[in-house]
């Protein structure tokens, strides 16, 4: 476990397929000194009772346990990662015993982040989450387990897209806060074992 964050487990132990790439998509975000907390996968969870679900992010703390991963006023950043669709793999040979299969699935990086308190080389009383985005691209770029870079957003509605956000207060969707999702495709094989 990561010393800069105490609360979530961030270490898969034995990670194959998926979990090996947010492992290395984990790994990756603690080398980002701006970032304070990486709190790796997030599953979505639905809470409340009748005709008003509620889904909400929760990243696992172990033994167990989950923790909401919404924003969070004492911390300077945040950051986790949203499976966005099914796993897919393309068409081909899968007669070869012990073959490997690719598979692709889309992921999201979501960070939420108060910019008056980020230690980060580039600093303006402006909301410059564009440098952050340059920063954290040219991090990830390096990973040979993603395939594309496919959107990229700043705009808090759709960055919290699909949660609900109802009782979040509104200043922390504006300057100095600052809510940023970069979505990719990320890229493994999977190996055949019968």
Request: proline share 6%; net charge positive.
């Amino acid at each position: 476990m990561h010393s800069k964050n105490p609360v979530s487990i961030t270490q898969i132990p034995n990670a194959v397929g998926l979990d090996a790439v947010i492992q290395k998509i984990t790994d990756t975000l603690w080398t980002v000194p701006w970032i304070q907390h990486v709190y790796g996968r997030a599953w979505t969870q639905v809470t409340g009772l009748g005709d008003k679900p509620k889904a909400l992010p929760f990243a696992y703390s172990g033994k167990g346990e989950y923790f909401a991963v919404l924003e969070n006023d004492f911390l300077a950043s945040q950051t986790f990662i949203k499976i966005e669709g099914p796993e897919k793999y393309p068409e081909g040979d899968v007669g070869r015993r012990l073959a490997r299969t690719e598979a692709t699935r889309q992921l999201s990086i979501i960070v939420w982040v108060n910019l008056e308190k980020i230690s980060f080389t580039y600093k303006s009383d402006y909301p410059y989450t564009e440098n952050l985005k340059a920063d954290l691209m040219e991090k990830l770029r390096r990973l040979s387990c993603l395939k594309s870079f496919d959107e990229y957003t700043d705009e808090p509605l759709e960055v919290f897209r699909g949660y609900d956000v109802s009782k979040v207060d509104l200043r922390y969707f504006k300057y100095p806060y600052a809510a940023m999702k970069l979505t990719f495709t990320a890229k493994y094989y999977s190996p055949c074992t019968t």
